[in-house]
């Protein structure tokens, strides 16, 4: 062979041995079973280390590698905590499900409703956006109270719930107030309404009512105007509300100086409407 035909073989079949060479280095790491107590205890020990993403991952490798252990049924939902705590809630949450569909007589059920519950809770965004996580919040938040009334769970799950309760009290305000504002008080009165009617116990009813006397008056229910501002005198007398309302009442009347029906006998809320 030709000093030049075997140089260029010897260059070919070098670059040849690189590119294999090349190729094999960039194979996955070859897989390796380990024992489940080992591989537990690592992810436990990134977990204290506040490690949270590394933490999910080692207990998702503790199922993956031990899927039918004891190990593996505590390793899933200490990888959906690992997750709530790295704010990775969609991942907690699908943790917990599968840990709720899987293990539904576990010890730890009512603990995965509850971070389930929390998961949600935690993504609750300002009351003027959409409020569907905060509905979704208080769904899982029922559903710890309802499956588990005596537990420490559902005492802070009613806590939670009444502050849930009160945001989404507050976004009907907020559109309300949005259509009062811009003089569309039909729709302005469907939102203060739906406040006084199903989020009674919040602390937004007193301003709600306040606004339906305005809109009323705005409209010329005048008849409207004054049973709403009695039931606000009666509930709230002492509230900044009932006094802006009883004023405005006092400079529209019209027809007479009669105030007899300031004592008006309708003073429930569910008189109203």
Known sequence: MPRSAHAKHLIAVCGLALMLAACSSTKEPEYVERPVAELYNTAQDLLDQKEYQKAAKAFDEVERQHPYSLWA???TLMAA???????KYDDAISALDRFISLHPANADVAYAYYLKALS??????DVRRDQQMTEKAMQSL???IRRFPDSKY?????????LTVDHMAGKEMSVGRYYQDRGDYLAAIN???KVVTDYQTTTHVPEALSRLTECYLALGLTGEAK???SVLGYNFPGSEWYNDSYNLLLNKKQDSDDESWWDSTTTA????F
Do not use: G, M, P
């Open 73 to 75: 049924t505590k390793a």
């Open 154 to 162: 559902a005492r802070d799950a009613k806590l939670k719930k009444d």
């Open 269 to 272: 809320i569910s008189d109203l």
């Open 227 to 229: 049973k709403t501002a």
């Open 120 to 125: 949600y809770y935690e993504q609750i965004s």
């Open 191 to 193: 939102r203060f309404k």
């Open 81 to 87: 905590y690992s997750y709530y705590q790295d704010n």
């Open 142 to 144: 029922d559903d710890v």
